[in-house]
């Protein structure tokens, strides 16, 4: 099985700031099976990146995704209010068929 | 636009068996592009993929809930369902259904809160 982990856990920043969130993979995971999800309390994940670089359709351009086989990296270059919320990392592929990271908490500082 | 609504009672019992059902408006069910899913989120925590099917009928499960879990489609109502047998307290989760598309899930239910107690 593939186990995701994200870094930090939690990562606490102001808006207007450049904000870098980790995603390891215990083994090679395809760039092709690589999403990144936004949770906010209450609701239901979004799809923000697909294929580690894609943006999902209607996601602003300031969300940017990128890295390779085990490290994969999803960048938010200036925040905005509404993106202090909750982010996963997600594998496709390898049994189980999907598995998630842990989950970084992006708060306001 | 493709929306998901989950539906289901939010109370089960231990050792009972939970069925919910997502309705699939806005898209056919029966697309051979896209299959569909549930995955779980414990209160407060992380997410947990369940299991997938397509429209044919073919079904992939979590090797973790594999002996519990069936997942089947009515393409002639545009549902499908899960059914998670021998619940336990463990179980209590907000479920969601979700269309995946090559790697990924987009989009999502809003999900459904089930909780397991007598």
């Known amino acids: 099985e593939i186990v995701l982990t994200q870094s930090p856990g939690t990562l606490s920043l102001s808006p207007g700031e450049r904000a870098t969130l980790s995603c390891r993979a215990s083994q090679s995971v395809s760039s092709t099976y690589l999403a990144w999800y936004q949770q906010k309390p209450g609701q239901a994940p979004r799809l923000l990146i697909y294929?580690?670089?894609s943006r999902a359709t209607g996601i602003p351009d300031r969300f940017s995704g990128s890295g390779s086989e085990t490290d994969f990296t999803l960048t938010i270059s200036r925040l905005e209010p509404e993106d202090f919320a909750m982010y996963y990392c997600q594998q496709y592929g390898s049994s189980p068929l999907y598995t998630f990271g842990q989950g970084t908490n992006l708060e306001i500082k | 636009q493709l929306q998901l609504q989950e539906s289901g009672p939010g109370l089960v019992k231990p050792s009972e068996t939970l069925s919910l059902t997502c309705t699939v408006s806005g898209g056919s069910i029966s697309s051979s592009i896209y299959y569909w899913g549930w995955i779980r989120q414990p209160p407060g925590k992380g997410l947990e993929w369940i299991g997938s099917m397509y429209s044919s009928g073919i079904t992939y499960y979590n090797p973790s809930l594999k002996s519990r879990v069936t997942i089947s489609v009515d393409t002639s109502k545009n549902q499908f369902s899960l059914k998670l047998s021998s619940v336990t307290a463990a179980d209590t989760a907000v479920y969601y259904c979700a269309r995946h598309h090559g790697g990924w899930s987009d989009p999502w239910g809003q999900g459904t809160l089930v909780i397991v107690s007598s």
């Open positions: 294929g580690a670089s």
